[in-house]
T-cell receptor, first 114, second 114 residues
Framework: SQTIHQWPATLVQPVGSPLSLECTVEGTSNPNLYWYRQAAGRGLQLLFYSVGIGQISSEVPQNLSASRPQDRQFILSSKKLLLSDSGFYLC?????????????FGEGSWLTVV | AQSVTQPDIHITVSEGASLELRCNYSYGATPYLFWYVQSPGQGLQLLLKYFSGDTLVQGIKGFEAEFKRSQSSFNLRKPSVHWSDAAEYFCAVAYKAAGNKLTFGGGTRVLVKP
């Protein structure tokens, strides 16, 4: 069966410091990968998605970037964090674009920028 | 652009009572529809999904949802709520023409009274 791992689970970082959140998927190949952010009291916002190695699409302009160095690895990064980057970050995966595309989520990473 | 509306931000229900969460979507094409549940501090778990066929969909944990094209709705229901159903619920929609990317509603937080 497929599993998704995301780490670290919680992170407290000072403003201006770098960020790296990692996500890996097991049990499937060539998944679509996603990073979502859930700010306090708000819904989920799609930040990035990737349909293959090195292929990253950004949904909103922001202080973050994403990379996919391997088929099942997706990394969310920032060179200098802002206070507004605080939130709950969720990695997700799916297979299949041509038909129904069910997305499955990791357990999330809490980021607090202080 | 596709959008999803969950009109109720909070719902309080007594244990054993029935629950209905509303979801409306916009856009002209036939959507793929999903309901996810999120317990505090955790990732999202898929409850059920509608791609095609029977408009009444059964999901996990005793939930069901009905797709009504004429009303652009996909309301989630449960006949008898348990205390463990207290969580936040998200409706989401995707369209094949839009690359099957999920758009989420703002969520409905369900509180269960003993």
């Amino acid at each position: 069966s497929q599993t998704i791992h995301q780490w670290p689970a919680t992170l407290v970082q000072p403003v201006g410091s770098p960020l790296s959140l990692e996500c890996t998927v097991e049990g499937t190949s060539n998944p679509n990968l996603y990073w979502y952010r859930q700010a306090a009291g708000r819904g989920l916002q799609l930040l990035f998605y990737s349909v293959g190695i090195g292929q990253i699409s950004s949904e909103v302009p922001q202080n973050l970037s994403a990379s996919r160095p391997q088929d099942r690895q997706f990394i969310l990064s920032s060179k200098k964090l802002l206070l507004s980057d605080s939130g709950f970050y969720l990695c997700a995966w799916s297979v299949g674009i041509s038909s129904g595309n069910t997305i499955y989520f990791g357990e999330g990473s809490w980021l607090t920028v202080v | 652009a596709q959008s999803v509306t969950q009109p109720d931000i909070h719902i309080t229900v007594s244990e054993g009572a029935s629950l209905e969460l509303r979801c409306n979507y916009s856009y002209g094409a036939t959507p793929y529809l999903f309901w996810y549940v999120q317990s505090p501090g955790q990732g999202l778990q898929l409850l059920l999904k509608y791609f095609s066929g029977d408009t009444l969909v059964q999901g996990i944990k005793g939930f069901e949802a009905e797709f009504k094209r004429s009303q652009s709705s996909f309301n989630l229901r449960k006949p008898s709520v348990h205390w463990s159903d207290a969580a936040e619920y998200f409706c989401a929609v995707a369209y094949k023409a839009a690359g099957n990317k999920l758009t989420f509603g703002g969520g409905t937080r369900v509180l269960v009274k003993p």
